[in-house]
């Protein structure tokens, strides 16, 4: 069965370093999107992309985040200068129509900033 | 805005005991209502979904019904398997256009022999 791959599954940087979050979405999916999870609270929407432009954002996404699909098949979030906060699970999603019950998630990359 | 909020876990079963997560929501308009689950090293799956009220959305032996006048959507199944295990979200999707999923904070499950 197709999946979403994340990597890494674990990444450690310093605050004030830049980050990129990496994914491969399912090859024909057109959708994708970033969600996070800080510890102990709740699952986060953060951006969608969908014909190599933003559709949608949330407050949380501002100018330190940005989401690029450089070659047709990666999907990347880049944290321009981590912050301790930015501390969390990501998750990588994608879809073909960009019907929210047909969403699939890669397993995620726990970022640690120190 | 829009939130889901979901049982504090940890919860701990013995396999075949009768599971309950309680999921309650607060929306604008009338939202689609899901279950994700994600298993140990994997994404978040979806589960279960119910579109419109009294709809029942049911998948692996797991059921949750579209409860409009209680703003719920529990989480049930009759006998848990110790390969039920895993972290349990709530979310909704509001109708209008929003791409987001608005997700609880999951409910980690753990069933033991």
């Known amino acids: 069965e197709p999946e979403v791959t994340q990597t890494p599954s674990h990444q450690v940087t310093q605050m004030g370093q830049e980050v990129i979050l990496r994914c491969v979405p399912i090859?024909?999916?057109?959708?994708f999107y970033w969600y996070r999870q800080i510890l102990g609270q709740k699952v986060e929407f953060l951006v969608s992309?969908?014909?190599?432009?933003?559709?949608?954002k949330s407050e949380i996404f501002d100018d330190q985040f940005s989401v690029e699909r450089p070659d047709g098949s990666n999907f990347t979030l880049k944290i321009r200068s981590t912050k301790l906060e930015d501390s969390a699970m990501y998750f990588c999603?994608?879809?073909?129509?960009?019907?929210?019950?047909?969403?699939?998630f890669g397993s995620g990359t726990q970022l640690s900033v120190l | 805005g829009d939130s889901v909020t979901q049982m504090e876990g940890p919860v701990t079963l013995s396999e075949e005991a009768f599971l309950t997560i309680n999921c309650t929501y607060t929306?604008?308009?009338?939202?689609?209502l899901f279950w994700y689950v994600q298993y140990p090293g994997e994404g978040l799956q979806l589960l279960l979904k119910?579109?419109?009220?009294?709809d029942k959305g049911s998948n692996k032996g797991f059921e949750a019904t579209y409860r409009k006048e209680t703003t719920s959507f529990h989480l049930e199944k009759g006998s848990v398997q110790v390969s039920d295990s895993a972290v349990y979200f709530c979310?909704?999707?509001?109708?209008?256009?929003?791409?987001?999923?608005?997700f609880g904070k999951g409910t980690k499950l753990t069933v033991n022999p």
């Open positions: 090859s024909n999916h057109l959708y």
């Open positions: 119910a579109t419109k009220a009294d």
């Open positions: 929306a604008t308009g009338y939202p689609s």
């Open positions: 999603a994608s879809n073909l129509l960009g019907l929210p019950e047909k969403l699939f």
């Open positions: 992309f969908y014909n190599n432009e933003i559709s949608e």
């Open positions: 979310a909704l999707v509001t109708q209008g256009g929003s791409e987001k999923l608005v």
